[in-house]
């Protein structure tokens, strides 16, 4: 058994009782941001903390993974919104990723993106989503597939699945009524309504918006 503080982790054995022989014993000077930032694969516990994401075998042997995006960790998450950040492994992917609050993101208190690391190729990337991510569970779909089923704004969704992100409210399209005029640069372009998406205008040889690329 593991026991984690946020930047210390502990292992408890016992040989019959734990009331009468528990020993605890320090381990690691790596721990978990909250209980529901680490998962296991294969035998390897993957966690993350204020420092980092790390692996730590089942002897103990604790190796860094996240070096190549420590400014993330540094400068760019929220840590004032620790509480609802979680980690999990996509075991039929073999990609870890690690729901954060960032900094950058318009919602910066809910987790709206995610760092992702290929356990394979051994690569970072982060993801943003349309909407909120607040949990996840490993369930059996209809098809008998085992899959990670996260908790978002929309209801239940899957990650990696299809070509297009389609939440409830998801901006698709733009209709452009009027182009104005005499525009040295394109003008700020704003939705009324509508989620998961960032407008860019642009400019024809006039001054007038030409286009507006979601």
């Not at 960790?73 to 690690?98: G, P, Q």
């Not at 318009?106 to 690391?117: E, F, G, Q």
């Not at 996260?150 to 209709?175: H, P």
Request: charged share 20%; with cysteine.
């Amino acid at each position: 058994l593991l026991l984690m503080q946020k930047r210390h982790c502990y292992s408890l054995t016992f040989a019959r009782q734990p009331l009468l022989d528990a020993q605890v014993a320090p381990i690691a000077y790596r721990g978990c941001i909250n209980q529901r930032t680490w998962d296991i694969h294969d035998g390897v516990l993957f966690a993350m903390d204020t420092s980092g994401i790390y692996a730590m075998s089942g002897s103990g042997q604790v190796k860094s993974l996240s070096d190549a995006v420590e400014d993330q960790f540094r400068d760019k998450i929220n840590w004032s919104a620790s509480r609802w950040c979680f980690l999990t492994v996509d075991h039929s992917h073999k990609v870890l990723r690690a729901f954060v609050s960032h900094k950058d993101d318009a919602d910066n208190v809910y987790p709206t993106r995610a760092l992702c690391y290929s356990l394979d190729s051994q690569g970072w990337w982060y993801e943003i989503y349309p909407q909120r991510i607040t949990g996840v569970a490993q369930a059996a779909l209809t098809d008998g597939e085992y899959r990670s089923v996260y908790a978002a704004d929309s209801g239940a969704v899957l990650l990696d699945e299809g070509s297009a992100d389609l939440a409830r409210g998801t901006v698709l399209s733009v209709v452009l009524t009027s182009q104005g005029s005499g525009y040295k640069k394109p003008p700020l372009v704003q939705a009324l309504g509508g989620r998961g998406a960032r407008f860019q205008a642009t400019l024809d040889g006039s001054g007038r918006v030409k286009a507006i690329w979601i």
